[in-house]
C-alpha cells in the first residue's frame, strides 16, 4: 500500500548537537534527493542512482548556495522502515542546519510529516502491525530496563505472535459454526461441540493470563506515583534526595520550605516510580503555603501508594496521629527518619503498613526501603516471560470486550441456542482480539495511537 506522497521531518531532538537527521520516505524521496543534494568526489552519484543501503558525501544546495556539508543515506523499498523508499540525510547539528536542511526537502516536493506517520506508513505498507507500532512508542518513553525490556519484546512480535494464534482458532471455530448455518440440515455432534468450546475455553484461559499482566505493564510504561508526605522537618525532601540519588528539592531546618509539589521519576528496582515530595501538611503561615498544601492534597488523591515520613527522634504528635488516620484507607509505607538519633517515637498498635527505618543524611536504610516500595507495587518476581505479553490499556479495553463476548459464546453453544447468535457473539471477539494486532480498527484508533508520536519517528 504504497502512498503517494513524499513525507519528510528532522528525526533527532530539537536542539544543539553533533548530529541532525532529517528523514523522508515515499515514491518521490530519491527524486527530491536529486534536487536537494549534490555529490561530492570522482566516483560520486546522485541518490537516485545509487545502490540502496548506501551512504555519500556532499552538499545541500538551497537557492544555489551550500546549505551544509552531509552525509546522505539511501535505502530502497522494500527494506527500509517503512517499506518505501528512504532516504536520511544527516547534517551538523543545531536548530539553523537542520531547519535549512528539512526547509531544502519541503521546497522541492516532501511534504512535512505529521507526528507518528513514518511508524504509521510502516504499519499501513504490512512491515510491523498495530501492537508492535505501540511498541516503538514504549521503547522512545521507556525509564528503566524492565520497561526497555517489555518494549523489545513487544516490537520483535513476542505478544502478536500469541495474539494472532489466539485470533486464528477462534477463526476456526467460527467458521465451523458458519458452516452449519449454512447447512442446518447437519447438526453439530455433541463430540465436535465439545471440542469447540474446549477451544473456547482454552482461548478464555489465555485471555485471563494476559488480562492479569495489565496493571504490571501500565506500571513499566508511564510508571507509579508515590506521594511524599508527613509534618514539616520530618525528612521528606532528604528523602526525595536520598532515592533519586541527587540533590534535587532543597533542605532547610525552617518549617515550610518546600511550598510547590515536586514530582521526579526514579528507577526503583527496575521500576518506574514517580515521586512526589509535597508540602508539609499543617496549618499554613501565608498565602503560598496555602497553596502548597492545596496541591499537595491534590496530588495525595492522585497517587497510587504514600510514604508518610515520620521524626524518629520525636515523640508522635497529635498531626502525626491525624495523617496515620486521615491515610489509613491508602496503600502507605511508614519511614520513620533519623534512625541515627535517639528513638523516642512510639508508633500506636493496629497500624496495618509496613515499617522502614532510615537515616536521610547518610542513606541508612534506603536501599531497604526499596525493596519494600518493589514488594507493594509488584507482586512476585519480574520474570522475563512476563515481559514478552504486558499488555496496554488499550489492549486491556479490547481483550475486556473480547472475554465477555467469548463467555456469552461458551454460553450459548452450552445451552444449544440457535448458532446466528453463537456466530454473531463470536464475530464479536474475534474483531476485539482483532484490534490489538490492527487486523480490525478504525481511522479514530490509528490516529489516536500515531498522535502520541513525536514528528519524525
Known sequence: MLLDDTIAAIATPLGEGGLAVIRLSGREALSIADKSFQPVGKSSINPSAAPTHTIHYGRIIRHGQSVDEVLLAVMRAPRTLTREDVVEITCHGGLLPAKLVLDTVLENGARLAEPGEFTKRAFLNGRIDLAQAEAVADLIHARTELALTAANEQLAGKLSQRINALRDDMVKTLAHVEAHIDFPDEDISPDTKVKLIGRLERGLEFMEELLRTSNEGQILRRGIRAAIIGRPNAGKSSLLNQLLGRDRAIVSHIPGTTRD????????????????????????GDEIEVEGIRRSRETLSKAEFILHVLDASEPLTMADENYLAEFSDKKRILVRNKMDLPAKLDLQTGIHAPVVEVCCLSGKGIETLKDAIKSMVWAGEIRAEMLQVMINSRHQEALNRARSATQRTITALKGDETLELVAMDLRIAVNAVGEIVGKTTTEDILDSIFSQFCIGK
Do not use: C, H, Q, Y
Request: hydrophobic content about 45%; aromatic content about 4%; charged content about 25%.
Open 261 to 284: 509539589t515536586i514530582e521526579e521519576t526514579a528507577n526503583v528496582r527496575g521500576l518506574p516510580i514517580v515521586f512526589v515530595d509535597t508540602a508539609g501538611l499543617r496549618e499554613a
